[in-house]
């Protein structure tokens, strides 16, 4: 019997290297089946794990069209056959756990070593478009993918992030056309005892060809309070890019529909204003005291992550009781100002140049499209959410080449909810990327005739 699917764009659009699945009756157990598309291309299949059983089979594939057209299972592929997919390449850091060369993007997706610095975070740790061979993260020093708040806040006292943790990486899937990792992991405790001993799980999505990938982050349930709001199993997660001093990889921001949003930090501002009595006023006679002191004699030069380092329990630095006691004031005095009437909300229909505001960041409002971009190559990385998000943080930072996307608001209260589906697209989109933020939104319809 032969087996044909309908596959059609509910956009009437052009999609280029889209990923589906599609689930077939019957048993098919080859790995790998070719098909052909409505003009006689062949298209590869690779069959999936998960969906597949005794009485039907889960295929991915990834296919371009205009509009609409069929895919026919045609027969199996050969052993030895030559086929184009995903390649492992060898990975640069010692944390590696694969490097992938998927036809669109050259990844490394590394486990941590929870040493505590910039280089010890888990997430993809080197990424790069083969449209321009730009890499957006040279160093290894930061990471896309990193899982923050509420668990890394001032009230929990671990202000710092993934540098902190270990994943374990599971292997769900491989093969040329899809790889689908599992990443595991424990949360450290912190000050706060509803948030001890909390896990979490996410889930990476990379096809060949495909200019997206997906995740989605699952946490235990928890309930805290963040910023003086109550937050039940919501997250930020943080993708981070850096350029060099000078140097933005990404110089914009807009969000779908217009841009809500208020300007500048004094959470930040306060922060470094801490760091600076801590490290001139404090009686902790810790090594480790002693060293972060050194380190933080030029507050301006010093890296940004040693601020947040000086207070984090982890670390210890600092006492429990003076970490809660400094993170107090801190907290205090910064719920105040931002929430003051002279920081207004904005409302442009206009990208927001980030760089030029204090403190080079803004607090936007709820959105589930957004972008960051590059102005004058047209570089753009692109997310989609499945639920909005309730707020943003995003940092332009000129001096440091630092740039962020977070689905925080101010006080690094969490906005994401657990569990949602998150797409990002990277390319030269610039011009063009709600068109394709809204096909992320819009799966194709895939129907199966026998």
């Known amino acids: 019997m032969t087996t044909t699917l309908s596959v059609k764009d509910p956009l009437g659009a052009r999609r280029s290297n889209e990923l589906i699945r599609f689930i077939v009756p019957g048993h098919f157990a080859e790995p790998l089946w070719w098909a052909r598309d409505a003009a006689g291309t062949p298209v590869l299949c690779q069959r999936l794990f998960q969906g597949s059983s005794a009485t039907q089979t889960t295929f991915a594939a990834v296919v371009s069209f205009e509009a609409e057209t069929t895919l026919t299972l045609d027969r199996p592929v050969a052993d030895g056959e030559a086929v184009d997919g995903i390649v492992e390449k060898t990975g640069r850091e010692a944390d590696c756990f694969v490097r992938l060369d998927t036809g669109a993007f050259d990844l490394e997706l590394c486990s941590g070593t929870a040493k505590g610095l910039g280089s010890s975070k888990w997430g993809i740790k080197h990424f790069k478009g083969h449209f321009d061979d730009f890499e957006l993260l040279p160093s290894g020093n930061n990471a896309i993918g990193g899982f923050y708040g509420p668990f890394f806040t001032p009230e929990n006292g671990l202000i710092n992030p993934p540098e902190h943790t270990l994943v374990e990486i599971e292997t769900i899937e491989k093969g040329p056309v899809l790889h689908h990792y599992r990443m595991h992991g424990t949360i450290p405790d912190g000050l706060l005892e509803e948030l001890k001993g909390k896990t979490f799980a996410i889930d990476w999505i990379f096809a060949h060809k495909a200019h997206s990938f997906g995740r989605r982050y699952q946490v235990d349930d928890f309930q805290t309070v963040i910023n003086g709001r109550s937050v039940t199993n919501k997250i930020t997660v943080g993708d981070e890019f850096e350029g060099g001093q000078g140097k933005l990889v990404f110089d914009r921001f807009a969000a779908m529909g217009g841009t809500r949003y208020r300007s500048g930090d004094p959470y930040a501002g306060e922060l470094v204003a801490m760091v600076a009595e801590t490290v001139a006023q404090s009686t902790s006679t810790s090594e480790k005291f002693n060293e972060f002191r050194d380190q933080l004699s030029d507050i301006e030069s ?86 909005p998000s309730g707020a943003f943080q995003i940092v332009q930072r000129r001096q440091s080449g630092w740039v962020n996307w977070g689905s925080n608001g101010e006080n690094e209260c969490p906005e994401l909810p657990v569990g949602v589906d998150i797409k990002t697209a990277y390319g030269p989109f610039a011009q063009d990327w709600e068109a394709i933020a809204i096909q992320m939104e819009t799966p194709v319809i895939i129907t199966v005739q026998q």
């Open 302 to 387: 010093a890296h940004w992550d040693l601020y947040w380092r000086l207070f984090c329990k982890w670390e210890g630095v600092l006492s429990d009781d003076e970490i809660r006691g400094r993170l107090a004031r801190v907290r205090a005095v910064s719920h105040v100002k931002a929430d003051l009437t002279e920081r207004l909300w904005q409302l442009t229909e206009e990208p927001v140049d980030v760089s030029a505001v204090p403190h080079e960041t803004i607090f936007p409002g709820p959105a589930d499209k957004t972008v960051e971009f590059h102005s004058e190559s047209g570089r753009a990385m692109i997310w989609w959410t499945s639920q």
